[in-house]
């Protein structure tokens, strides 16, 4: 992205924040691995959105006091003896042309900034009232944020000054995707494309699910320098009736269904697909019956979708239809025991991504519909998911390229042998 999309994003943010206020966004910080590892540092969205920088222990600051609104980047200053190990941390001018933002200075500088802000003298006399943080919570036992730590002690230090939330607001500019973004995404799907292609034609009944998932890895990775969105589920038979299965251990079955879940990260942005295909190459009578019904239902989703809807109305369609997929396929139990998941999620930044409970469908939202049907005791589990881009006339299927018709999968894969 260009770092006029960030400057974009921070004005839209600043037009939505409160007067008087100081909005601090943290990038994150590193995660001890091990002894001697850390885990790989993934920046917070938030933050990124608004800066561009993928970096940790970036703090970004916003003030909108009046009609001036200011924005200062804080960062961590190189140590010469630490750059020979792992590399130089940004510098001020990098960071600069990343942002946007012509304020960068180091960490080192942010108490006194904050001090000036909320002591007010005869030679800065704006006061500012209220602080507005990232406030991510979840219900974790003990779970904690640089945002949830620095609003305590701040509250101790400035008990005068109003503490907001900025999450809310920001998740609202994120909801709706700009062209870059959607360019981002389409580029995402089609690597994402090409690698289900190498595993469709490598994939046989006697290799274990590890060796196909090495081979959308390497697809992945080896093309213009994408990585992978998530950890990628690979489920052979009736493990692919596991919903988040990650094992990956188990050895493919001669009248093995395969489900892949998989996806890949452009420019931060990523891809969510999933696809469930015969290890033989051929779909026998019952899976076509089972894959047929999900079938059905991934199109008439995706054909349901439009402005103006809501995540209740899109998936109590969804399981009417799957409700009634069951009753052809004369399953006992209950629509639950065969279907326990929602039609779709948001995608963007993250491959959950976040969005406002009760806000309809608009024109930009990216989602995906992903219906499926898992009957355990078959040892049959089909997931069929795409990714959607809702328009001002319905959605476009960003995934449409990505083959899920029967024919077209039994036709590449014997092919492919």
Known sequence: MESSFFVKNRERYLKKAVDNSLTLLYSGRPLQKSDDQEYPFEV????????????????????KNGAENREILFIEENDPVLSKWVGNKLFIEKAREISGIEDVRYLDAFEGFLYSLFNPTRLNTARIS???????????????????????????????????????????????????EIAAIEKAVNVTRKGIEDILKVARPGMYEYQLDAYF??????????????????????????????????????????????GARHGYYVSDITRTVP??????????????????????????????????????????????AVKRLGLEGGLEKYYYHSIGHFIGLDTHDPG?????????MALTIEPGIYIEEEGIGVRIEDNCLITDSGAVNLSKNIIKEIEDIERFMIAAR
Request: hydrophobic letters at 40%; proline letters at 2%.
């Open 130 to 180: 209220n602080l507005c943080l990232n406030l991510e919570r979840r219900n974790l036992p003990g779970y904690t944020n640089w945002a949830l730590e620095f609003a305590s002690e701040f509250g101790k230090k400035y008990p005068e000054v109003g503490v907001r939330n900025a999450r809310e607001t920001i998740i609202g500019l994120r909801m709706i995707k700009e062209k870059e």
């Open 356 to 364: 406002l409970a009760e806000i309809k469908f608009k024109p930009g």
């Open 279 to 324: 290890a033989s190459g051929r779909f026998t009578l019952r899976q076509k019956e089972v894959y047929s019904e999900v079938l059905a239902v991934n199109k008439k989703c995706i054909e349901y979708l439009k402005p103006g809807l809501t995540w209740k109305e899109l998936n109590d369609y969804a399981r009417e239809l799957l409700a009634d």
């Open 44 to 63: 917070d969205k938030n933050f990124y959105y608004l800066t561009g920088v993928d970096q940790a222990n970036v703090i970004l600051a916003l003030v």
């Open 217 to 262: 890895d390497f697809a992945v990775k080896y093309r213009e320098n994408h990585s992978l969105a998530f950890d990628s589920i690979v489920a052979a038979g009736r493990n692919a009736t596991i919903l988040h299965y990650v094992a990956k251990t188990d050895l493919i079955g001669d009248d093995d269904l395969v489900l892949f879940d998989l």
